[in-house]
Protein backbone atom coordinates (compact mmCIF):
# COMPACT_ATOMS: atom_id res chain seq x y z
CA UNK A 1 0.00 0.00 0.00
CA UNK A 2 3.21 2.34 1.04
CA UNK A 3 2.23 6.09 0.12
CA UNK A 4 -0.90 5.77 -1.85
CA UNK A 5 -4.05 7.57 -1.77
CA UNK A 6 -7.60 6.09 -1.53
CA UNK A 7 -9.77 6.80 -4.23
CA UNK A 8 -13.56 8.15 -3.52
CA UNK A 9 -16.00 7.74 -5.92
CA UNK A 10 -18.96 10.06 -5.37
CA UNK A 11 -21.85 7.67 -7.00
CA UNK A 12 -25.53 7.34 -6.39
CA UNK A 13 -25.56 9.96 -10.00
CA UNK A 14 -27.02 8.03 -12.62
CA UNK A 15 -27.68 3.75 -11.56
CA UNK A 16 -23.93 3.07 -13.31
CA UNK A 17 -22.29 6.05 -13.37
CA UNK A 18 -20.11 4.74 -9.73
CA UNK A 19 -19.74 1.23 -11.35
CA UNK A 20 -18.53 2.56 -14.69
CA UNK A 21 -16.02 4.57 -13.46
CA UNK A 22 -14.96 2.08 -10.96
CA UNK A 23 -14.05 0.03 -13.35
CA UNK A 24 -12.43 2.16 -15.41
CA UNK A 25 -9.99 2.39 -12.47
CA UNK A 26 -9.46 -1.33 -12.17
CA UNK A 27 -8.67 -1.11 -16.11
CA UNK A 28 -6.29 1.88 -16.47
CA UNK A 29 -4.13 0.35 -12.68
CA UNK A 30 -1.13 -1.24 -13.68
CA UNK A 31 -0.80 -4.20 -11.12
CA UNK A 32 1.48 -7.29 -10.20
CA UNK A 33 -1.76 -9.64 -10.51
CA UNK A 34 -2.41 -9.75 -7.14
CA UNK A 35 -6.13 -8.73 -5.61
CA UNK A 36 -3.49 -6.59 -3.12
CA UNK A 37 -1.45 -4.68 -5.47
CA UNK A 38 -4.60 -3.00 -6.64
CA UNK A 39 -5.54 0.41 -4.97
CA UNK A 40 -8.14 0.69 -2.39
CA UNK A 41 -10.96 2.56 -3.58
CA UNK A 42 -14.22 3.55 -1.30
CA UNK A 43 -17.70 3.61 -3.60
CA UNK A 44 -20.56 5.49 -1.99
CA UNK A 45 -23.81 5.11 -4.28
CA UNK A 46 -26.18 7.52 -2.33
CA UNK A 47 -28.54 8.28 -4.59
CA UNK A 48 -31.60 9.87 -2.32
CA UNK A 49 -28.96 12.16 -0.67
CA UNK A 50 -28.09 13.75 -4.45
CA UNK A 51 -30.93 15.51 -6.19
CA UNK A 52 -31.36 15.65 -10.29
CA UNK A 53 -28.85 18.08 -11.16
CA UNK A 54 -30.46 19.04 -14.83
CA UNK A 55 -33.79 20.04 -12.52
CA UNK A 56 -31.76 21.92 -10.53
CA UNK A 57 -29.91 23.74 -13.11
CA UNK A 58 -33.23 24.37 -15.11
CA UNK A 59 -35.02 25.67 -12.31
CA UNK A 60 -37.49 22.66 -11.54
CA UNK A 61 -36.04 21.99 -8.43
CA UNK A 62 -34.60 23.84 -5.11
CA UNK A 63 -33.22 20.73 -3.83
CA UNK A 64 -29.25 21.08 -3.90
CA UNK A 65 -27.04 18.47 -5.33
CA UNK A 66 -23.76 20.23 -4.20
CA UNK A 67 -24.87 20.03 -0.41
CA UNK A 68 -25.81 16.05 -0.74
CA UNK A 69 -22.90 15.33 -2.45
CA UNK A 70 -21.14 17.12 0.13
CA UNK A 71 -22.67 14.93 3.04
CA UNK A 72 -21.47 11.71 1.06
CA UNK A 73 -17.66 13.11 1.06
CA UNK A 74 -18.26 13.59 4.55
CA UNK A 75 -19.14 10.30 5.69
CA UNK A 76 -15.99 9.00 3.57
CA UNK A 77 -13.92 11.23 5.37
CA UNK A 78 -15.02 9.68 8.64
CA UNK A 79 -14.33 6.45 7.43
CA UNK A 80 -10.77 7.14 5.86
CA UNK A 81 -9.73 9.20 8.81
CA UNK A 82 -6.25 10.50 8.65
CA UNK A 83 -5.60 8.14 5.43
CA UNK A 84 -4.75 10.23 2.44
CA UNK A 85 -7.27 10.68 -0.17
CA UNK A 86 -8.30 11.67 -3.83
CA UNK A 87 -11.63 11.68 -5.22
CA UNK A 88 -14.43 12.61 -7.67
CA UNK A 89 -17.75 12.53 -9.14
CA UNK A 90 -18.49 10.94 -12.60
CA UNK A 91 -21.49 12.94 -13.32
CA UNK A 92 -20.94 15.88 -16.27
CA UNK A 93 -23.96 18.03 -15.35
CA UNK A 94 -22.91 18.09 -11.40
CA UNK A 95 -19.69 20.13 -12.92
CA UNK A 96 -21.57 23.04 -14.22
CA UNK A 97 -20.50 25.56 -11.77
CA UNK A 98 -23.31 26.45 -10.11
CA UNK A 99 -23.12 23.06 -8.70
CA UNK A 100 -19.53 22.21 -8.54
CA UNK A 101 -17.89 25.37 -6.86
CA UNK A 102 -20.07 25.32 -4.15
CA UNK A 103 -19.48 21.30 -3.74
CA UNK A 104 -15.62 21.97 -3.36
CA UNK A 105 -16.15 24.55 -1.07
CA UNK A 106 -18.06 22.58 1.22
CA UNK A 107 -15.89 19.36 0.74
CA UNK A 108 -13.47 21.89 1.92
CA UNK A 109 -15.23 22.60 5.13
CA UNK A 110 -16.39 19.04 6.25
CA UNK A 111 -14.01 16.58 4.05
CA UNK A 112 -10.96 18.45 3.69
CA UNK A 113 -8.75 15.31 3.93
CA UNK A 114 -9.75 14.85 0.34
CA UNK A 115 -8.30 16.06 -2.58
CA UNK A 116 -10.85 16.70 -5.62
CA UNK A 117 -10.64 16.04 -9.54
CA UNK A 118 -11.82 17.64 -11.97
CA UNK A 119 -13.61 15.14 -14.45
CA UNK A 120 -14.45 18.11 -17.36
CA UNK A 121 -10.63 19.47 -17.03
CA UNK A 122 -9.62 16.12 -17.22
CA UNK A 123 -11.72 15.72 -20.42
CA UNK A 124 -10.13 18.53 -22.11
CA UNK A 125 -6.70 16.61 -21.42
CA UNK A 126 -8.34 13.26 -23.04
CA UNK A 127 -9.58 15.02 -25.88
CA UNK A 128 -5.93 16.76 -26.48
CA UNK A 129 -3.97 13.53 -26.03
CA UNK A 130 -6.80 11.90 -28.78
CA UNK A 131 -6.97 14.11 -31.27
CA UNK A 132 -2.70 14.44 -30.80
CA UNK A 133 -3.06 18.29 -30.43
CA UNK A 134 -1.12 18.96 -27.06
CA UNK A 135 -2.91 21.20 -24.41
CA UNK A 136 -4.27 23.32 -27.51
CA UNK A 137 -6.15 22.50 -30.34
CA UNK A 138 -6.69 24.43 -33.47
CA UNK A 139 -10.00 26.00 -33.46
CA UNK A 140 -12.11 22.97 -34.64
CA UNK A 141 -15.36 21.49 -33.92
CA UNK A 142 -15.66 19.08 -31.15
CA UNK A 143 -18.96 17.72 -30.62
CA UNK A 144 -20.66 17.42 -27.41
CA UNK A 145 -23.63 15.23 -26.44
CA UNK A 146 -24.99 15.85 -23.15
CA UNK A 147 -28.09 16.33 -20.92
CA UNK A 148 -30.14 19.98 -21.52
CA UNK A 149 -28.91 20.87 -17.99
CA UNK A 150 -25.11 20.66 -19.01
CA UNK A 151 -26.06 22.16 -22.50
CA UNK A 152 -27.76 25.10 -20.73
CA UNK A 153 -24.81 25.23 -18.20
CA UNK A 154 -22.76 26.20 -20.79
CA UNK A 155 -20.00 24.42 -18.95
CA UNK A 156 -18.20 22.52 -21.75
CA UNK A 157 -18.75 25.81 -24.16
CA UNK A 158 -16.36 27.99 -21.86
CA UNK A 159 -14.00 24.58 -21.51
CA UNK A 160 -13.57 24.08 -24.98
CA UNK A 161 -12.89 27.59 -25.79
CA UNK A 162 -10.36 27.73 -22.81
CA UNK A 163 -8.78 24.78 -24.88
CA UNK A 164 -8.71 26.58 -28.45
CA UNK A 165 -12.09 24.51 -29.59
CA UNK A 166 -15.35 25.49 -30.10
CA UNK A 167 -18.47 23.25 -29.10
CA UNK A 168 -20.79 21.88 -31.51
CA UNK A 169 -24.37 20.48 -30.10
CA UNK A 170 -27.09 18.43 -31.56
CA UNK A 171 -29.58 21.00 -33.16
CA UNK A 172 -31.89 22.52 -30.75
CA UNK A 173 -35.01 20.59 -32.11
CA UNK A 174 -33.19 17.49 -31.01
CA UNK A 175 -31.93 18.45 -27.79
CA UNK A 176 -35.15 16.90 -26.21
CA UNK A 177 -34.89 13.70 -27.98
CA UNK A 178 -31.27 13.40 -26.28
CA UNK A 179 -32.03 14.24 -23.32
CA UNK A 180 -35.25 11.79 -22.70
CA UNK A 181 -32.41 8.74 -24.41
CA UNK A 182 -31.29 8.92 -21.07
CA UNK A 183 -33.83 10.29 -19.22
CA UNK A 184 -37.12 8.38 -20.66
CA UNK A 185 -38.60 5.86 -17.57
CA UNK A 186 -39.30 3.57 -19.75
CA UNK A 187 -36.22 3.16 -22.62
CA UNK A 188 -33.86 5.61 -21.29
CA UNK A 189 -30.45 4.57 -20.45
CA UNK A 190 -31.32 5.64 -16.60
CA UNK A 191 -34.13 3.69 -16.45
CA UNK A 192 -33.18 0.30 -18.68
CA UNK A 193 -30.71 -2.24 -17.78
CA UNK A 194 -29.47 -3.50 -20.55
CA UNK A 195 -29.45 -0.31 -22.56
CA UNK A 196 -32.58 0.04 -25.08
CA UNK A 197 -31.88 -0.70 -28.75
CA UNK A 198 -34.58 2.69 -29.10
CA UNK A 199 -31.60 4.72 -26.74
CA UNK A 200 -28.57 2.97 -28.46
CA UNK A 201 -30.30 4.11 -31.52
CA UNK A 202 -31.08 7.66 -30.76
CA UNK A 203 -27.56 8.19 -29.67
CA UNK A 204 -25.85 6.54 -32.65
CA UNK A 205 -27.63 8.57 -35.11
CA UNK A 206 -27.16 11.94 -33.15
CA UNK A 207 -23.31 10.98 -32.52
CA UNK A 208 -23.09 10.46 -36.45
CA UNK A 209 -24.76 13.57 -36.80
CA UNK A 210 -22.40 15.71 -34.99
CA UNK A 211 -19.67 13.91 -37.00
CA UNK A 212 -21.35 14.86 -40.44
CA UNK A 213 -21.32 18.17 -39.65
CA UNK A 214 -17.18 18.55 -38.77
CA UNK A 215 -16.80 17.47 -35.75
CA UNK A 216 -13.23 16.89 -35.16
CA UNK A 217 -13.92 14.37 -31.95
CA UNK A 218 -17.45 13.29 -30.12
CA UNK A 219 -17.89 14.10 -26.36
CA UNK A 220 -20.03 11.71 -24.63
CA UNK A 221 -21.05 14.52 -22.00
CA UNK A 222 -23.28 12.60 -19.74
CA UNK A 223 -22.11 9.36 -17.72
CA UNK A 224 -24.85 6.93 -19.46
CA UNK A 225 -24.21 7.62 -22.90
CA UNK A 226 -20.80 5.70 -23.19
CA UNK A 227 -23.44 2.86 -21.91
CA UNK A 228 -25.20 3.25 -25.37
CA UNK A 229 -22.21 3.78 -27.51
CA UNK A 230 -19.43 1.76 -26.99
CA UNK A 231 -15.89 1.69 -28.07
CA UNK A 232 -13.78 4.89 -28.49
CA UNK A 233 -13.61 6.09 -32.07
CA UNK A 234 -16.90 6.07 -34.80
CA UNK A 235 -15.95 6.66 -38.36
CA UNK A 236 -12.75 7.40 -38.08
CA UNK A 237 -13.56 10.59 -35.01
CA UNK A 238 -12.39 9.54 -31.47
CA UNK A 239 -15.13 9.42 -28.58
CA UNK A 240 -13.81 10.61 -25.44
CA UNK A 241 -15.47 9.48 -22.35
CA UNK A 242 -15.10 11.82 -19.35
CA UNK A 243 -15.31 8.86 -16.88
CA UNK A 244 -12.95 7.33 -18.62
CA UNK A 245 -10.73 10.61 -17.91
CA UNK A 246 -11.69 10.96 -14.62
CA UNK A 247 -10.49 7.41 -13.59
CA UNK A 248 -6.95 7.96 -15.53
CA UNK A 249 -6.59 11.19 -13.14
CA UNK A 250 -7.66 9.58 -9.95
CA UNK A 251 -5.17 6.61 -10.23
CA UNK A 252 -2.85 9.36 -11.65
CA UNK A 253 -3.50 11.46 -8.11
CA UNK A 254 -3.17 7.86 -5.68
CA UNK A 255 -0.47 6.18 -7.15
CA UNK A 256 0.86 7.57 -10.25
CA UNK A 257 3.28 4.77 -11.13
CA UNK A 258 0.19 2.37 -11.23
CA UNK A 259 -1.38 4.69 -14.28
CA UNK A 260 -1.72 2.29 -17.40
CA UNK A 261 -0.34 3.99 -20.57
CA UNK A 262 -3.12 4.57 -22.66
Not at 47 to 58: G, M, N
Not at 69 to 96: I, K, Q, W, Y
Not at 194 to 210: C, E, F, N, Y
Request: charged content about 20%.
Amino acid sequence: MGNESVIVIGGGVGPMAGVALHAKIIENTLTDGTDQSHLSVHHYSCSELVPDRTAYLLGQSRADPATGMARVFEAASRALGDRPAVGGVPCNTFHAPAIFDRFVAEVGRVAGGIRIVHMLDETMGLLGARLGRGSRGSGEAIGVLSTTGTRRSGVYDELLARSGYRALYVPEEDQDLLHSSIYDPTWGIKAATPTSARAIDTVASMAAGLIASGASAVVLACTELPLALGGSVMGGIPLVDPVLALARALVREAAPEKLRPL
